[in-house]
């Protein structure tokens, strides 16, 4: 009697009696993953002394992090801009543009996962107005001038000259150190107003919106440090390898976040298991169609992050994990940390220790053939329908 | 003799149903749960906040979930704030939209008057209206709290009208008494604009009176006929124009415009009432006739071209040019100062916005020559023009659609519009009186309300549990009921049934495709039933020829067989053993094998078809040397494939077996098995290199080794004393094939869709190379242990089981440095697949990883060998496997339906339990 199906699609939650006609039963499940059910395989041979390899990954993280200089730097311009902007909340004067509702950063600046040699960091401005390209434009300029005033009495050197663009997200502010990237959103109960024509895109909007979630449960969950290292390790390893492209800084963070905080006891797992355990979950196809993945904590609907993909990219994505994982188990990680060698590994045929390591073929079919099952058909769409509607909302 | 725990399984046994895994996990899950309320707070935020988003929806959220609110405000998350933002301006400036913003831009317009009225306590309330009116923002509230009761009166037509006539005796009330104080201003406008809205009689008779009297100055003035006879210039009084010449000065006159000029000027009146209705703060141009509608129109009007023109042909002509002062047409207080200030107060306010959306168009020497809005896509050239429509309303509707939704336009709301939100005044109460029906009384039905009183219960408990820190896990922010459909529709709605995935539908395909077929396993259990008989015969001799006497004294052979019983009762008591499918060495039916089980209660059994150990003991004759035969390996586990004519069996020696007695037992098996089956030609060869002999016939071999437990116990003190003795290293292998098998009985057969995927992967490896190398044994426990591990005890379809398999394989479960597979049915549980390389498991690995993909990209019949299977409908048909299993049998049909009853609950516990995920 599970009327509607798990997901409650269909008629169910629109009002009073609409029976729900078409029932789909759709249960999405989560893949093998040993670090759920250890008792099962209880190790039978001694584990591999990993201290080099938990080394490496120290090493790596240490290498990755931003230096102090990078820091300063774009501290300073973040707490420059901040300052201005919330003056403007506070005090908008005879600005009247646009009108802030609240400033907030986010993004890997702000969650301390921040790669060095990438130092931007995002700040979301949520306007109480509709976000009209001239509302950003005078909100830039604004900006641009209450940062000069702001600045009068400092000495600005020539790398420290402040350059401003503006594009379809909001504002770029950047100095040679440092960049600092102001985006603009709307309040929740605007975006349905808003139109392509006159306003920014109601897809970047929301997607702000989701920024600030993110930072906000990221703060809450992720504190953990052994997270923001395996992020960090990961951002680096997504630059390094193509098919690992498609996965949003966002997804790397759940990812992260699920490989050393989803076990059993709860306890964040050692930095070298779970670095394994990303590559295995990857492996055993966790963002592949038909997984039930990761759900995203910040949306209110059920929604599979993975399926922000396209089907080729998950196959890839989870392809060159596969193969990544090999390497691995064959003690081939310095490759994929970038500590030797380059990203070929993936793609190319390695031997180590004797053992052929070759790369795998896609598995997907493009187009993909209909006459396989209509059933499911309709659970790949029912995936992309459920990304849209997130879109949407 | 218990020959059961012998085998050292009962060790296995323990270890292996340690079901803690699913419990320790679901645990720990709970703990998740619990540690991250947080999260679930903001996003029972968002949930609350997208419920409210629709109107209706809000609606039905305030007046069911008032807790939820409360509660989510209290968490106060800076999220819930725009939520809550959100929800206000959802629910209530939605939905009265012009109202509230009429009420903000005049601080007391007829609405609070009126719900001041309708709760009858006009000092305080009036009161407290006025304080609301001086603080706009506190306004709101008031309203908001307010809302309920003046949308319950609103809603009622009748009611209105009657309060309707009454502000203005209460204004005049106020007139009259002492304690007419502050507020005046604005209590006072603000009831004589209802009665002006209102459209009541009085107010209509005042106003005519006024516009005619205006109108008659007008005509008395200056709008007298137009002239019979014109002059040298063509000028027309109505319409206050010259022509160039008589032609064109017909044609005028002639024209539709003047003639409607004409026909106005004739209803003065109309004009007036016209006039009136419009804004109350209408200026007039009497030099041109013309209706300006504030301050700024005119100014322009004056400036104008055409004003200019008019005045110019007044002044050629000598007519009286009227004052420049406008003529004010304010409705019915126009004589009234008091009102002249109120009304004019406003106008001033109105800030222009939107400077930015105006374009400035240069001509190429850089001046300016007109203006673009961009929020309203028109175009001035003048910038009078272009401050005009800054402030007009219509830029300023556009601007608050486009730019900033808090911009506060004076909307009058016109008759349609106010007919509209009446209508939706009214749908809201009429649910609002539904829901509260449904709810509390009336029990039109006693089911229907116990349902609706169930789901809303239900709902109550949902938002508790969202509200407490799990996520909503419905996509579309109702929770679905599990209370079933409503009552009206249970008899139409089809009932939810589980479907095969097509993965599903393709493993049972191939499963079918490669299953022995009916023949196969016939002569397969002929043959093995046959060896076993012999064997028994062999063992008789033997017994008789050590100890002739003793086998005379036993003749009667007790009922009760101390190792057939409880052979009996197991073969009862697994209902997975005795399924025709999964134990395919039995072929009798079901029905037989009952009776049968029932019958070995009184009589010995005849040969090992339970998969049992067969004992040749009769009583406690010890010192019988050939004590029992068992089936090993597929046969007794049901793993035949179609074409296996290998099968094994075990004899049990009291014991070392040794060269000796197997020689004997060759010699003394050819007789026997013409003894027991005359019509059959076996023949019978020695194997030593195994350990035992082979019977071949029909084109079937079967393998029977000798072994005895002692060959265990004796691992160190044999060191080889006695070269008779048959290779132990085969021995020990026959009893650990026993372990197996017992194994298998006891962890694989009761575990849903194990056994298919078993032979489906056996299939696998005999097909691909590359999993070859993997050993029946290892993938034997690989399977069961990947299947049974599935968190929260879930019964896998066939598809997913052999998914998840291949999920454990890609994860490099077998890749160096994994865990390894233990074998429990050794000591020590050594690593069960030690015997793969490096480079073979590097290859497994890469071969499943594959394989995963493919199943993942619906291409599982490349991973199968097989063709894809064309539709649903067809292979429902072919797929006979499961439509046998289905008819044959009262305890199949029973585990069938248990099977389906565990779908349906699995079902509901998902859908409780997913919102701790």
């Known amino acids: 009697m599970a009327r509607g199906g798990i997901r409650g699609r269909g008629g169910m939650n629109r009002g009073i009696g609409r029976p729900p006609y078409k029932v789909k039963m759709f249960l999405p499940r989560h893949p093998f993953d040993l670090a759920l059910c250890e008792s099962s395989f209880p190790r039978v041979k001694p584990a591999p002394d990993e201290t080099a390899f938990t080394q490496a990954l120290l090493k790596r993280n240490v290498d990755l992090s931003p230096t102090a200089s990078e820091q300063t730097a774009i501290l300073n311009l973040v707490t420059k801009i901040q300052t201005v902007l919330d003056n403007l909340v506070v005090a908008p004067g005879a600005f009247d543009a646009c009108q802030l509702e609240e400033v907030r950063q986010v993004g890997s600046f702000k969650k301390g996962t921040m790669v060095t040699g990438h130092n931007v960091a995002d700040i979301v401005v949520i306007l109480k107005t509709l976000p009209t390209r001239e509302a950003v434009e005078a909100l830039g300029n604004k900006v641009k001038e209450d940062l000069k005033s702001l600045m009068k009495s400092e000495v600005v050197t020539k790398g420290e000259q402040l350059t401003h663009t503006t594009n379809e997200r909001g504002i770029e502010i950047s100095n040679s150190f440092a960049c600092v990237r102001v985006m603009v959103t709307t309040l929740h109960h605007n975006i349905r107003k808003l139109d392509p024509e006159i306003h920014l895109d109601q897809k970047i909007m929301l997607s702000h919106l989701a920024a600030i979630r993110h930072s906000r449960w990221f703060e809450e969950n992720a504190h953990h440090s052994s997270i923001k290292v395996l992020i960090r390790l990961l951002r680096d390893i997504r630059t390094r390898f193509e098919g690992f492209e498609p996965l949003t800084p966002w997804m790397l963070d759940l990812l992260a976040h699920f490989a050393i905080m989803h076990n059993p006891s709860r306890q964040a797992l050692p930095i070298n298991v779970a670095f394994r355990r990303v590559f295995q979950l990857l492996s055993a196809g966790l963002f592949l169609p038909g997984s039930a993945g990761i759900t995203d904590p910040c949306e209110g609907v059920s929604l599979r992050i993975h399926t922000a993909m396209t089907l080729e990219q998950q196959d890839i994505c989870c392809l060159t994990a596969q193969t990544l994982l090999r390497v691995l188990s064959h003690g081939g990680y310095k490759h994929i940390l970038g500590l030797e060698g380059n990203a070929s590994i993936a793609k190319e045929m390695s031997v180590w220790d004797g053992v052929v390591v070759s790369p795998l073929d896609k598995a997907y079919e493009n187009p993909p053939e209909k006459k396989d099952g209509e059933e499911e058909d309709e659970d790949m769409e029912a995936e992309g329908d459920e990304s849209m509607e997130t879109i949407e909302n | ?917």
């Not at chain 2, 395919?584 to 037989?592: G, I, L, N, R, Y």
């Not at chain 2, 009583?619 to 029992?628: M, V």
């Open chain 2, 1 to 917: 003799m218990a020959t059961n725990n012998y085998f050292g399984f009962t060790h296995g046994g323990t270890q292996y149903s340690a079901t803690a895994t699913g419990a320790a996990y679901q645990a720990g899950q709970a703990g998740y749960a619990v540690a991250a309320p947080a999260t679930a707070a903001a996003a029972a935020a968002t949930y609350g906040t997208q419920r409210a988003a629709g109107y209706d929806t809000a609606y039905q959220a305030a007046a069911a979930t008032q807790g939820t609110y409360a509660a989510v405000g209290t968490g106060a998350t800076p999220a819930y704030e725009y939520g809550y933002g959100q929800t206000a301006a959802a629910g209530y400036t939605g939905g009265y939209d012009q109202t509230a913003a009429a009420a903000a831009a005049k601080p007391a317009t007829y609405a609070t008057t009126y719900t001041q009225r309708a709760a009858g306590q006009p000092q305080a309330q009036a009161a407290a209206a006025a304080a609301a009116a001086a603080k706009p923002a506190q306004y709101t509230g008031t309203y908001q709290a307010n809302a309920t009761g003046y949308q319950a009166t609103y809603a009622q037509p009748a009611a209105q009208t009657t309060i309707a006539a009454q502000p203005t005796t209460q204004a005049k009330q106020a007139n009259s008494t002492t304690t007419y104080s502050g507020y005046d201003a604005a209590l006072y406008s603000a009831a004589t604009m209802y009665v002006a809205q209102q459209g009541g009689a009085a107010q209509q008779k005042s106003g005519g009176w006024q516009g005619y009297k205006k109108g008659g100055i007008g005509a008395k003035n200056m709008r007298t006929k137009a002239p019979p006879k014109p002059q040298q210039l063509h000028y027309c009084d109505v319409c206050k124009i010259s022509c160039a010449g008589p032609q064109t000065y017909r044609e005028h006159l002639e024209g539709q415009k003047h003639k409607k000029r004409e026909a106005a000027t004739k209803m003065a009146a109309s004009v007036a009432v016209t006039n009136q209705n419009r804004a109350g703060n209408s200026l007039r141009c009497q030099l041109c006739d013309v209706t300006c509608t504030g301050n700024d129109a005119y100014a322009a009007h004056i400036r104008g071209a055409k004003h200019q023109k008019v005045v110019l042909l007044h002044t050629k002509l000598g007519k009286p040019i009227p004052p420049q002062e406008p003529e004010i047409i304010g409705g019915p207080r126009n004589g009234d100062s008091k009102d002249d200030e109120v009304d004019e107060q406003p106008e001033p306010d109105i800030q222009p916005v939107g400077q930015d959306y105006i374009e400035e168009i240069k001509s190429d020497d850089g001046k300016v020559i007109s203006f673009n809005c961009k929020l309203c896509e028109c175009r001035f050239n003048d910038p009078n023009a272009k401050e005009m429509h800054m402030k007009g309303r219509r830029h300023r509707l556009q601007y608050k659609k486009k730019v900033n939704p808090d911009l506060v336009v004076d909307v009058k709301p016109s008759l349609r519009q106010r007919k509209i939100q009446e209508e939706k005044m009214r749908r809201a109460a009429l649910r609002e009186e539904f829901w509260a029906r449904r709810h509390y009384n009336m029990p039109e039905d006693e089911d229907d309300r116990m349902y609706w009183e169930d789901r809303r219960r239900y709902e109550e408990e949902y938002m508790e549990m969202c509200r407490r820190g799990n996520l909503g896990p419905y996509p579309r922010g109702r929770p679905p009921f599990p209370g079933g459909a409503p009552p009206y529709f249970q008899g139409g709605m089809p009932m939810a049934r589980r479907t095969e995935s097509s993965d599903d539908r393709h493993v049972m395909a191939r499963h079918s495709e490669i299953y022995p077929k009916e023949e196969e396993l016939q002569s397969i259990q002929r043959i093995v039933s046959h060896t076993e008989r012999a064997l028994k015969t062999v063992s008789d001799q033997l017994a008789e020829s050590t100890k002739p006497k003793e086998g005379q004294a036993q003749q009667p052979p007790t009922p009760q067989q101390p190792v057939a019983a409880p052979a009996a009762n197991a073969a009862n008591a697994t209902p997975a053993a005795a399924k025709p499918v999964e134990a395919p060495a039995v072929v009798p039916k079901p029905e037989s094998e009952n009776k049968s089980a029932e019958q070995q209660q009184q009589q010995p059994k005849e040969d090992g078809r339970d998969n049992q150990l067969f004992s040749f003991q009769q009583d406690r004759d010890a010192n019988r040397i050939l004590k029992g035969v068992m089936r090993v390996g597929h046969l007794a586990k049901g793993l035949l494939l179609r074409g296996d004519t290998n099968v094994e069996l075990v004899v049990l020696c009291a014991d070392k077996p040794t060269l000796a007695l197997l020689r004997k037992v060759v010699d003394l098996l050819p007789p026997a098995l013409k003894q027991v089956a005359p019509e059959n030609t076996y023949t019978v060869t020695i194997n030593a290199a195994e350990a035992g002999l082979t019977v071949v016939g029909d084109g079937l071999t079967v393998l029977v080794q000798l072994t005895s437990p002692i060959m265990r116990e004796q691992e160190a003190a044999s060191g080889g004393l006695d070269r008779d003795v048959l290779a132990r290293g085969k021995c020990l292998q026959a009893l650990a094939a026993l372990r197996h098998t017992k194994w298998f009985q006891a962890r694989a057969l009761g575990l849903h869709s194990c056994v298919v995927i078993i032979r489906i992967l056996r299939d696998l490896c005999q097909r691909v190379p590359t999993w070859s190398p993997l050993s029946s044994w290892a993938m034997e426990l690989l399977a069961e242990k990947v299947i049974s591990s599935v968190p929260g005890q879930v019964q896998l379809s066939p598809g997913d089981a052999l998914r998840r398999v291949m999920e454990a394989v890609a994860s490099g479960l077998l890749l160096p440095g994994g865990p390894g597979l233990g074998d429990p049915c050794e000591k020590d549980s050594p690593d069960a697949a030690s015997g793969l390389s490096a480079q073979q498991r590097e290859d497994l690995t890469c071969s499943a990883q594959y394989a995963l993909r493919l199943i993942a990209y619906r291409q599982i019949y490349k991973v199968l060998g097989m063709e894809p299977l064309p539709t649903q409908q067809k292979v429902f048909r072919r797929d006979r496997s499961a439509r046998k299993r289905r008819r044959s049998g009262g305890e199949q049909a029973d585990s069938e339906s248990d099977s389906g009853k565990m779908v349906k609950t699995e079902g509901t516990e998902t859908t409780t339990e997913t919102p701790v995920k």
